[in-house]
């Protein structure tokens, strides 16, 4: 559950809580004080809806508070506070100290969840961490300044005002552009990566290419190149008036970031006759 909505829940279920408890004081038989002698019925209604209250929220509460229970000094009884908050089945010696004891425990609780964003996931299981929340679009677009320079400077602000196809369709521009950048080439699409990345004389090459792995790294992103041509610039670039949803738009400009970062760390391959 989100923090926000979890802070709102349990706040309200402490406002229920201290309005039961202040209803079941005035109920109480003052010649006995052991069980409400009137509004009965009121009392049984706020009872039910406290207990399925407690019922959803109990796994959180219990997350922030593993401990709910008291214990008797004299007889060493010991009971669930939660359940006898909420219930009206006990005698006023039990009731009474566990709303006594519930009401402000919670207050605890609350004050943990202010420190939460609102967006923060708080899951039900314990052992499990509370996750940082924010919409799909916040934690984007503090991203947006980590993407690689030559991608940013020319598609984010495309992203940030709606033109979300547009701004996929100039990420991949610029992969290509970067790479001509990069090697002075004139070619575009397959026929300039292939070129640029060639194994038997790249312009930019990942390492030794008579080692296998850095051979097969070379060609594989050769490949990625050649499929980004066709499989995102291409259909971008005839599909004007396309719509493009937000995150997979986002996705995109991370994809052509990272491409652009590993064409930075291609170095300029030694030709036959150049100096080493």
């Given at each position: 559950?989100?923090?926000?909505?979890?802070?709102?829940?349990?706040?309200?279920?402490?406002?229920?809580?201290?309005?039961?408890?202040?209803?079941?004081?005035?109920?109480?038989?003052?010649?006995?004080?052991?069980?409400?002698?009137?509004?009965?019925?009121?009392?049984?209604?706020?009872?039910?809806?406290?207990?399925?209250?407690?019922?959803?929220?109990?796994?959180?509460?219990?997350?922030?508070?593993?401990?709910?229970?008291?214990?008797?000094?004299?007889?060493?009884?010991?009971?669930?506070?939660?359940?006898?908050?909420?219930?009206?089945?006990?005698?006023?010696?039990?009731?009474?100290?566990?709303?006594?004891?519930?009401?402000?425990?919670?207050?605890?609780?609350?004050?943990?969840?202010?420190?939460?964003?609102?967006?923060?996931?708080?899951?039900?299981?314990?052992?499990?961490?509370?996750?940082?929340?924010?919409?799909?679009?916040?934690?984007?677009?503090?991203?947006?300044?980590?993407?690689?320079?030559?991608?940013?400077?020319?598609?984010?602000?495309?992203?940030?005002?709606?033109?979300?196809?547009?701004?996929?369709?100039?990420a991949a521009k610029a992969v290509?552009?970067?790479?001509?950048?990069?090697?002075?080439?004139?070619?575009?699409?397959?026929?300039?990566?292939?070129?640029?990345?060639?194994?038997?004389?790249?312009?930019?090459?990942?390492?030794?290419?008579?080692?296998?792995?850095?051979?097969?790294?070379?060609?594989?992103?050769?490949?990625?190149?050649?499929?980004?041509?066709?499989?995102?610039?291409?259909?971008?670039?005839?599909?004007?008036?396309?719509?493009?949803?937000?995150?997979?738009?986002?996705?995109?400009?991370?994809?052509?970031?990272?491409?652009?970062?590993?064409?930075?760390?291609?170095?300029?391959?030694?030709?036959?006759?150049?100096?080493?």
């Amino acid at each position: 559950m989100r923090a926000g909505e979890l802070l709102e829940q349990i706040e309200a279920f402490q406002r229920d809580l201290s309005e039961h408890q202040r209803l079941w004081n005035e109920s109480l038989d003052q010649r006995i004080l052991r069980y409400p002698g009137h509004n009965i019925d009121e009392l049984q209604q706020q009872s039910r809806q406290l207990s399925r209250t407690l019922g959803r929220l109990r796994p959180f509460l219990e997350r922030f508070q593993q401990a709910w229970t008291m214990r008797h000094s004299a007889t060493g009884t010991e009971w669930d506070i939660l359940d006898m908050a909420t219930g009206l089945d006990q005698i006023a010696p039990i009731k009474g100290p566990s709303l006594a004891a519930v009401i402000p425990a919670l207050d605890r609780i609350i004050g943990e969840l202010q420190a939460f964003g609102p967006d923060d996931d708080i899951p039900r299981e314990r052992h499990r961490a509370v996750r940082t929340g924010g919409s799909t679009e916040k934690v984007a677009l503090g991203y947006i300044d980590h993407l690689h320079p030559f991608v940013r400077d020319g598609c984010a602000q495309l992203l940030m005002d709606g033109h979300h196809a547009q701004a996929i369709e100039e990420a991949a521009k610029a992969v290509f552009q970067y790479m001509r950048n990069k090697t002075g080439l004139t070619t575009d699409g397959a026929a300039l990566a292939e070129t640029a990345f060639s194994l038997r004389s790249p312009i930019l090459a990942f390492g030794d290419l008579s080692d296998e792995n850095i051979k097969n790294e070379q060609l594989g992103f050769m490949e990625i190149l050649k499929g980004f041509t066709k499989g995102v610039r291409n259909p971008f670039a005839h599909s004007h008036g396309r719509k493009e949803e937000f995150q997979r738009a986002f996705e995109y400009l991370v994809f052509a970031s990272l491409l652009c970062r590993r064409i930075d760390e291609a170095s300029p391959s030694v030709v036959e006759g150049e100096p080493k």
